[in-house]
């Protein structure tokens, strides 16, 4: 039964008679009004649960979705690590050619085209990182953040402020935002 008939039930149950042999309607108009007053109570405990629970069903569906958007954007977390191993290989090897032994023209050619072949690997590998939100950090002269970078040592330095990164003995790594691999530094301090 409806709230409305409920109410219109009501509203003939008053409208009867006040006859004193009618003493019994009285008493069914009473009790009438008090079953409604109980079911419109129950309609308001039974929405309030029906909304709470709809409330919760989409703060469960948003955070289900937060975390897959989470799984799909970091899934390549553990490759990362180990191909960021590669390409710390590839630059030490780089940066272990002489320069003068380059420029000279009396530079082997083969050795020339090898170090020409690492470079433009490395260059390209950088290129990969960055369109999968893979980005390098080298904070050399920055302020030291410990969510971005591990020092590894103290340096005394009286022309860089204190707890400014002096030197980078490994670049860090961060996967969209997130650090994957801190730069390991060296931090400076007052003599």
């Known amino acids: ?24 309607s009285k008493k069914d108009s009473a009790e009438a009004d008090a079953n409604i007053a109980q079911i419109q109570e129950e309609l308001r405990e039974t929405r309030d649960k029906y909304l709470r629970t709809l409330a919760e069903i989409e703060n469960m569906r948003e955070r289900t979705v937060r975390q897959i958007n989470d799984a799909k954007m970091y899934a390549i977390q553990n490759f990362s690590k180990d191909i ?40 390209q590998l950088q290129k990969v990182f960055s369109a999968h939100g893979l980005r390098k950090i080298y904070p050399i002269n920055e302020k030291f953040d410990p969510n971005f970078h591990e020092a590894l040592f103290q340096v005394e330095n ?34």
């Open 1 to 24: 039964m409806s709230i409305r008939s409920l109410s219109q039930y009501r509203t003939k149950l008053t409208n009867t008679s006040t006859n004193p042999e009618d003493q019994s």
């Open 84 to 123: 960021i191993a590669v390409a710390d290989i590839l630059e030490k090897a780089t940066e272990s050619v002489p320069q003068q032994e380059i420029a000279s023209a009396a530079a082997n050619q083969h050795f020339k085209s090898l170090y020409e072949g690492l470079k433009l690997t490395e260059s």
């Open 158 to 191: 009286g022309e860089k402020p204190d707890g400014s990164i002096a030197q980078v003995s490994k670049a860090g790594y961060l996967l969209h935002g997130r650090t994957l691999r801190p730069a390991m530094v060296g931090v400076t301090k007052a003599p």
